[in-house]
Each structure stands twice: as C-alpha cells, then as structure tokens.
C-alpha cells in the first residue's frame, strides 16, 4: 500500500514534471488538448502521438485528503478527513491502476494503463473515445441494457482484497457504515442550511440513528465490488466491441465492496437526467435476472436506501460545489436530485426516515427546475 504521507508535489514544477513524464514515456512529442473538468481535483488531457491518441491523468498530491489506511478506526478517519470517512482515494493513482487493470483483465472495458508515475500522480491511459451514453444517439433501452449487462456481470465476478499495481497493492475496503453516513450527512452538512433548514444537535442525531438503520438492512445481500459513481457521464458506448467490452468504465477510483444495488441505482437514478418511462422498472428486473438474485426483497430495500443514501450525499454535494468550489451549474440538478431522493425515501423500509425529512428539511418534496 503506497503511504498516506506522500508528499504533496510543488505547482511551480507541475508542467515540468508531466513533461518528464510524457518524455519518459515516449510521448514528448504529442500534441496535448484540455479535455473538459469534472467535478473531482484530476484533470485531463488527450495526447495525440505517432501511435494515435491517449488519455494523460493529472492528480496533484495535496488537492484532497488523505485516504483510508486499511487498518484505521472510526476515530483515526475523523482525524484525516472527508476522505478517509468515506474511502475515497482522492490523489493516489494506485487505486485506478489496480482497478483497471483487474477490470481489463476480466473482459471489461477500463483504459489499460500505457505509463504511470504513482510518486507523481501522473497516469497514461487508454482513450476510450468521446462517446459517453449522455451524448451519444443511441436507444436508450440499447445503452442502459448494455450498462445493466456489465453491472450484472460485474456483481458475479470475484475480486481480491489485494489488487497489485507496480510492484506495489491496493486494498478494497468494505463500503461501511461509516463511509455511508459521512456521505449522507453531506445533506445535513449543505443542503440543509442552504435551504434555510436549521438543525439543531437532537434533530441531527435522530437523522444519523435513522440513517443507521437503514443501512443496517444492506447485510442481507453479499458484498461485490461497486464501482461507485456509475451514470452516463462515466460510461462510454464502444460499438465497435462486443458483449459488457461495449461499455467503457471510467472514474471507478472510489470503488469498494458493497451493494449489487448501489452501482444499478447510481445508474438508473441520475441526478442528471431522466430515464423514459418503465426503462428503469425493466433495466431493473434484467440486472436481477443477470445477476442471478433471487432475494427480490431484499434487494429492492437495498435499492431504496442507497438510492436515498447517493442522492442525499450529491445534493449536499451538489451545494458543496456551488457554494464553496464556485461551480454553480450544479444547482440545476437539485431538482431531479431531490425527486429520486423523495422516491426512495418513500420505500416502506424507510417510513421512519421519510418523516423525518419531511420535518426537517421539508425543501427536498418541494424543489422545482
């Protein structure tokens, strides 16, 4: 495991450093284009070199908190950050080399890795294209039947805890109780008080107690890896391969073991986007058939609290975004956020939970476009 207290690389030596890389590489010479930001402290570059194109991953040490040593407490996560509560990697690219590399290697499309340089954060990908499932004219039943067949897939493979990188591992960790709630509360923590809802210390207890309830109704299903923020801004549609090799993953990093359901709701309630209507009831009921799951309950309970789990935690980070990063085109989102939020808080299994939003932060039933 690559140590939490790498140092954090000098930005004055930024641009020197890629350029070592790139020469190192063998790609000193290709002519780099800016590809767009997304909401996360990586950005990226498409390199056109003698050998066609490439995908150049810059993830300056010091841009986030630490991650989640194996072996650390409750209390020892606290100190070291949102990261470390809720198991994101954030800089480190050993965790996005091991994972594609276990992705690749089991017939999925991740970018294969071309060169890295982990001291610096610096990785050489694969460029998978330009055609993500949110622009590409494309049937949608097509698209999102193709996602729900590698997702399925993905759930009855077998992962190792230990996923060698460079001579080095990375450990997936369990996506725990701690990890859920540090992300639920984001909608404590922002959209709350943005929204004019003042909380006071019993009002939050009562919603974290609630919220660990619910959680405690996903240890019913067994525990696959869950990519983690799977929606159509992270797939790719490669029509020119075959069978689950036709959907390009991406910005799987975070991926831990968890829910079947999780990755499936992250698809199918995009904080982005509407599906048609019934797509999301029959892309449902193919992944349980894929998946081969037959507690049908449990996992449409499951289903149900981390849907309300992800769209509590983009809400507050959706606010996070505006508020504190000054990227306010995130606001447009509220409103198809809040209304997955609202439909899953209606599950029978979160009655309790339902209410209490209801009381608290009554602006989640109420947002409007």
Not at 63 to 91: F, M, T, V
Not at 224 to 244: C, F, Q, T
Request: hydrophobic share 45%.
């Amino acid at each position: 495991m690559v140590s939490p207290g790498r140092a954090a690389v000098n930005t004055n030596n930024r641009n020197a450093e890629i350029e070592s890389f790139l020469q190192r590489a063998g790609w000193g010479e290709a002519k780099r284009q800016a590809l767009v930001a997304d909401a996360s402290s990586r950005r990226y570059e498409r390199l056109f070199g003698a050998d066609g194109p490439a995908i150049l991953m810059d993830a300056p040490a010091g841009s986030e908190g630490s991650y989640c040593p194996p072996d650390a407490s409750e209390e020892k996560r606290a100190g070291l950050g949102y990261n470390a509560q809720a198991r994101l990697a954030g800089s480190d690219t050993g965790a996005y080399a091991a994972l594609a590399s276990e992705l690749v290697a089991r017939g999925f499309s991740a970018p294969k890795i071309m060169a890295a340089d982990h001291e610096r954060n610096l990785l050489l990908l694969e460029d998978l294209g330009d055609d993500l499932f949110a622009r590409i004219k494309v049937d949608k039943a097509e698209l999102y039947g193709a996602a729900v067949d590698a997702l399925a897939a993905l759930s009855r493979s077998s992962f190792e805890a230990k996923m060698p990188f460079g001579g080095d591992d990375w450990t997936l960790l369990d996506y725990d109780t701690c990890a859920l709630l540090t992300e639920a509360s984001l909608l404590l923590d922002w959209y709350a008080p943005y929204r004019g809802s003042t909380l006071d210390a019993a009002a939050h207890e009562e919603a974290l107690a609630l919220w660990k309830e619910a959680f405690a109704r996903l240890d019913e299903l067994p525990r696959v890896l869950s990519l983690r923020d799977v929606h159509a801004e992270n797939l790719l549609w490669l029509s020119k391969r075959e069978g689950i090799a036709r959907v390009g993953l991406i910005d799987f990093q975070d991926a831990l073991f968890g829910s079947p359901a999780y990755d499936l709701v992250s698809l199918l309630q995009d904080s982005r986007r509407d599906l048609p209507p019934g797509l999301e009831a029959a892309m449902i009921a193919r992944f349980l058939n894929h998946a081969k799951i037959r507690n049908t309950d449990a996992f449409m309970t499951s289903y149900a609290v981390l849907g309300a789990q992800r769209s509590a935690k983009v809400l507050g980070i959706f606010i996070r975004l505006a508020k504190r990063d000054g990227k306010e085109r995130y606001l447009q989102f509220l409103s198809i956020t809040a209304r997955n939020l609202a439909r899953c808080l209606a599950h029978p299994s979160l009655t309790d939970l339902n209410a209490w939003m209801h009381t608290h932060i009554p602006t989640i039933f109420t947002e409007r476009d």
